[in-house]
């Protein structure tokens, strides 16, 4: 019997009766409700799946893209003796020498997944590698990661070594190697690259793009020649005890740097000699009050107003008390001098008597921005340093600055702007590679009778002034000594000098200018205790000049006025680059009955050099 509960009305039982009978209504009816209930449910089900892969996958394409180690190798070159799809390219010098190469290496990586013996394993490998530390493999052999570098760039000995201990999970990747067959020459201006063979500092940086893409870079730099010049500068700072130092050599006719070298310095094979000390490059980065070698620039820019000739007298009688300042003179003369005396005596009164009088402050400041000394420079290292110099130009800063003090500018900015005063007047970006005649064709900064009046001057400075140590007879050296105190908090330190010499030949048509610069050097009895640039840093520049002499073949019968200039010759690239033969004494290299001509061009066997340009004379890149 069925009951029914009362209501107080029938339509809601009848609403009711109607709903159950829809839903238990006959077996059929509910056989076909149950089928299409379970295939929603597996519709649901599957459908939870596909979006459980589809969020694995697009987890896992993440990882790859944006969270995987980036020197974890993949499945595809991770094989044992996998090659190298592309290879860095080479840096040479302007005769094709290698100063940086790629060669192939093999790295060892290992998951430590597949290591059954931890402990055991990491005894095992640093036994093969022992400058590994135990705790350290051990850690990562332990860890619950899927990939480690034990280390790369092997040996071939570390290679085997370590193939033989025959550990599961440890395996080889193929890679290139960055290495510098010159060790440490030309290391500020190598730089570098990482272990992924990515240019860290130097042109391995600037070029970067260019070498991964497998393009040769040909640098203006004679290795010849820069190991000449690393190897006067160790001396010097060796013999004095200087603390550091810098030299650089650049052709004035174009802005070429032949050579440029600091220390300390690295050697770009070892990590462990990367120190902040050594990778420092004082000569693109280090910047320094440049004391007297800025009377140069003070001169020709007096000279080039047309205010003042080099007969014009300035009075140097007595020093000049400004402020709380007061100028003297080192080399004292007491009376009024002309121009050429005040450069010859190196006086600091006349050359602020001479800028203020001539220039005044708005002047200087418009004269030192035209040649460049109040922003970097521009060249092909990415370590370029900016000046420093007063932002509020008085005149008291306008006679400090007339002799090297109160504004500071790094070397390769004194080597170039020297060069646009002896060259004829034309301002050349510095450049470490190579340049033809269209590549930069300068700017004039001073008249071409300013420039002759500076050679002339300097090389007065070389023959009876403060130079006279850097004088090689038959060479026409001319150049100007600077020292300066070094700055500290509330002046400057006395015995802590910066001492350098600028110079230049042949002074009747220059081709080459070097300086050379020593950081804090000492004074010895031979130089009656004095530590001042004429006595630690002009024998330097003489040292050098013979190097160069020797090295190019000059004469001193090629320097004589009438001749056609002459031009540092190269070797272009692609070529095979051949050994190079030992240095010939100048004396050796005479041609009977002809003294004038620079030695010819020997090519390396499937080579042709550059030739000279027309009316030049070519020098000798044996």
């Known amino acids: 019997m069925r009951l029914w509960r009362k209501s107080a009305s029938s339509e809601p039982a009848v609403a009711q009766s109607a709903a159950a009978g829809a839903r238990y209504g006959s077996p059929q009816d509910r056989l076909k409700g149950d089928l299409q209930e379970t295939a929603r449910q597996r519709l649901v089900v599957a459908s939870a799946l596909f979006a459980i892969a589809f969020a694995a996958v697009g987890l896992r394409m993440g990882y790859v893209s944006l969270l995987r180690d980036g020197a974890e190798p993949t499945q595809r070159v991770a094989a044992r003796g996998g090659s190298i799809q592309s290879e860095r390219a080479d840096i040479v010098d302007r005769n094709g020498a290698v100063l940086a190469t790629s060669v192939p290496v093999m790295s060892a990586f290992v998951n430590p997944h597949l290591v059954i013996d931890p402990q055991d394993a990491a005894r095992k490998i640093v036994t093969a590698l022992p400058d590994l530390k135990y705790d350290e493999v051990r850690e990562k052999l332990e860890a619950d990661k899927t990939f480690f570098w034990i280390k790369r760039g092997l040996s071939p000995r570390e290679h085997d070594r370590v193939n033989r201990l025959g550990i599961p999970g440890l395996d080889f990747q193929a890679e290139e190697r960055r290495i510098y067959p010159q060790g440490t020459a030309a290391a500020h201006i190598m730089g570098y690259a990482s272990v992924d063979n990515t240019g860290l500092a130097g042109v391995e940086r600037y070029f970067d793009q260019q070498l991964q893409s497998g393009e040769t870079v040909q640098l203006s730099i004679d290795l010849r020649l820069q190991r000449m010049v690393e190897r006067e500068l160790a001396r010097g700072i060796q013999k004095f005890s200087a603390i550091g130092g810098t030299a650089i050599v650049m052709d004035v006719t174009n802005g070429e740097i032949l050579a440029m070298a600091s220390a300390p310095t690295f050697n770009p094979n070892s990590t462990r000699t990367l120190t902040n000390e050594a990778l420092f490059n004082r000569a693109t980065l280090g910047v320094y009050e440049q004391g007297s070698t800025f009377k140069i620039f003070n001169t020709a820019m007096a000279l080039d107003s047309g205010k003042a000739t080099v007969a014009s007298v300035f009075d140097?009688?007595?020093?000049?008390?400004?402020?709380?300042?007061?100028?003297?003179?080192?080399?004292?003369?007491?009376?009024?001098?002309?121009?050429?005396?005040?450069?010859?005596?190196?006086?600091?009164?006349?050359?602020?008597?001479?800028?203020?009088?001539?220039?005044?402050?708005?002047?200087?400041?418009?004269?030192?921005?035209?040649?460049?000394?109040?922003?970097?420079?521009?060249?092909?290292?990415?370590?370029?340093?900016?000046?420093?110099?007063?932002?509020?130009?008085?005149?008291?800063?306008?006679?400090?600055?007339?002799?090297?003090?109160?504004?500071?500018?790094?070397?390769?900015?004194?080597?170039?702007?020297?060069?646009?005063?002896?060259?004829?007047?034309?301002?050349?970006?510095?450049?470490?590679?190579?340049?033809?005649?269209?590549?930069?064709?300068?700017?004039?900064?001073?008249?071409?009778?300013?420039?002759?009046?500076?050679?002339?001057?300097?090389?007065?400075?070389?023959?009876?002034?403060?130079?006279?140590?850097?004088?090689?007879?038959?060479?026409?050296?001319?150049?100007?000594?600077?020292?300066?105190?070094?700055?500290?908090?509330?002046?400057?330190?006395?015995?802590?000098?910066?001492s350098s010499f600028v110079g230049m030949f042949p002074m009747n048509d220059p081709k080459f200018v070097i300086l050379y610069s020593l950081d804090e050097p000492k004074g010895l009895p031979e130089t009656g205790g004095y530590a001042t640039a004429g006595w630690v840093a002009a024998p330097s520049v003489k040292v050098i000049v013979e190097n160069i002499a020797s090295l190019y073949g000059i004469l001193p019968g090629d320097l004589k006025e009438g001749l056609p200039p002459i031009e540092i010759a190269s070797t272009p690239v692609p070529a095979t680059v051949a050994p190079q033969p030992q240095l010939t004494p100048v004396s050796a290299r005479r041609v009977p009955g002809d003294h004038r001509k620079a030695l010819p061009v020997r090519p390396a066997p499937g080579q042709t050099a550059a030739a000279p340009g027309p009316g030049v004379r070519g020098l000798a890149t044996e």
Not at 342 to 370: H, L, T, W, Y
Not at 372 to 377: N, T, V, W
Not at 384 to 401: E, G, Q, S, V, Y
Not at 463 to 490: M, S
Request: proline residues 6%; hydrophobic residues 40%; glycine residues 10%.
């Open 316 to 498: 140097a009688t007595s020093p000049i008390k400004i402020d709380r300042f007061t100028i003297n003179d080192d080399h004292a003369q007491r009376r009024p001098m002309n121009v050429a005396e005040i450069f010859k005596f190196s006086s600091n009164i006349g050359s602020a008597k001479m800028a203020v009088e001539v220039m005044g402050p708005e002047g200087q400041r418009a004269f030192f921005d035209k040649i460049g000394f109040l922003k970097p420079l521009t060249t092909q290292l990415p370590e370029l340093a900016a000046p420093l110099w007063p932002r509020n130009w008085m005149k008291i800063n306008t006679m400090t600055i007339a002799f090297g003090h109160g504004i500071s500018v790094t070397p390769l900015h004194l080597v170039t702007g020297s060069a646009a005063m002896v060259n004829g007047g034309i301002l050349y970006a510095p450049s470490l590679v190579k340049r033809t005649a269209a590549s930069d064709k300068g700017r004039r900064v001073i008249q071409t009778k300013t420039s002759v009046s500076m050679r002339q001057l300097l090389r007065l400075n070389a023959v009876e002034g403060t130079g006279k140590n850097a004088n090689l007879p038959g060479y026409e050296v001319g150049g100007k000594t600077g020292t300066a105190e070094k700055p500290a908090k509330g002046g400057y330190r006395q015995k802590a000098l910066i």
